[in-house]
């Protein structure tokens, strides 16, 4: 059961470019979604992340976009560079002291110079 | 800086074998998180811990067990290694009371021949 939906799998963009990776969740009692961003070899790390009382969060180049009614949420980078490439993962905190978090199913992206 | 290191970056073991996984994080975190990650799944969590001797089953916890006897390290065991449980392997640390983010570890290779 795939609590956090994420699309697309793969993106392709130009250097400049502004790719939007989506994610979609059901449990309302999430609290808490952040984005992760892993490079070849490399644990995730987290990137920038937002709770559902914010619509919007900027840091630098990314931004996240929170629709609480839809229950969706999605990441956009700004002018993107080749260093960009990486695997992007969505994720939601089960509400709660144990921090639990639910991934989706990862965004392989690869900005072209 | 938080380092949570795993005890192997990659690791061959045969069909059949007991299979040790280990983790330790330095920052005194009370929750400690083992996940697989696969091409098209994302991360699933396999077992998590709260406390010391504590532990909760994920997503998928069918064919692993785990051990937290001191806080700073949580080990994954497969009883039985098969090679459907080839995979990475990536563990991580957070802590509720000083509500901090997710920390993830370089991840272990296993491959199960």
């Known amino acids: 059961q795939q609590q956090v939906k994420q699309s697309p799998q793969s993106l392709i963009v130009q250097k400049g470019g502004i790719p939007i990776i989506n994610c979609a969740y059901e449990n309302t009692a999430f609290d808490y979604f952040p984005w992760y961003q892993q490079f070849p070899g490399k644990g995730p790390a987290l990137l920038i992340a937002i709770r559902p009382d914010v619509s919007e969060k900027k840091e630098g180049r990314f931004t996240i976009s929170f629709n609480k009614s839809a229950k969706q949420f999605s990441l956009h980078i700004m002018d993107s560079q080749p260093g960009d490439s990486a695997t992007y993962f969505c994720a939601a905190k089960d509400g709660g002291a144990t921090n639990k978090l639910i991934f989706g199913t990862g965004t392989l992206l690869a900005v072209q110079p | 800086d938080v380092k949570v290191t795993q005890s192997s970056r990659y690791l061959v073991k045969r069909t059949g074998e007991k299979v040790f996984l280990e983790c330790v994080q330095d920052m005194d975190h009370e929750n400690m998180f083992w996940y697989r990650q696969d091409p098209g799944l994302g991360l699933r969590l396999i077992y998590f811990?709260?406390?010391?001797?504590?532990?909760e089953k994920g997503d998928i916890p069918e064919g692993y067990s785990v051990s937290r006897e001191k806080k700073e390290r949580f080990s994954l065991i497969l009883e039985s290694a098969s090679t459907n449980q080839t995979s990475m392997y990536l563990c991580?640390?957070?802590?509720?009371?000083?509500?901090?983010?997710?920390?993830f570890g370089q991840g272990t290779r296993l491959t199960v021949v």
């Open positions: 991580a640390s957070s802590s509720w009371i000083m509500n901090t983010e997710a920390f």
């Open positions: 811990s709260y406390d010391v001797k504590m532990k």
